[in-house]
């Protein structure tokens, strides 16, 4: 079956960095568009990155300059690198898999950007 496992959520201060990591299974990695998304509390769920087959890049203006989405298809792992991290980026974050008319998403790794 397919499993998408977030990881490397924690607390970290303002101004912080951190790298979240969503391993796929169960898909052919390389050939679907992988994105994250956030969902703080009492909000939507939101867009914040997303990356194509081919590596093009595309990010939410919120995060734009900040955060970095990348793949490493041989590792089928896509990777959030945070930095500059404030306080209203506090949020779970979920990655997606997008291809073939099908939707995957993972559990959420929880991110508290605090003092």
């Known amino acids: 079956q397919v499993q998408l496992v977030e990881s490397g959520g924690g607390l970290v201060q303002p101004g912080g960095s951190m790298r979240l990591s969503c391993a796929a299974s169960?898909?052919?990695?390389?050939?679907?568009?992988m994105s994250w998304y956030r969902q703080a509390p009492g909000k939507q769920r939101e867009f914040v990155a997303t990356?194509?087959?081919?590596?093009?890049?595309n990010y939410a203006d919120s995060i734009t300059g900040r955060f970095t989405i990348s793949r490493d298809n041989a590792k089928n792992t896509v990777y959030l690198q945070m930095n500059s991290l404030k306080p209203e980026d506090t949020a779970v974050y979920y990655c997606k898999a997008t291809g073939f008319s099908r939707v995957y998403w993972g559990q959420g790794t929880q991110v508290t950007v605090s003092s």
């Open positions: 169960g898909i052919t990695f390389s050939m679907y568009v």
């Open positions: 990356i194509s087959v081919g590596d093009s890049t």
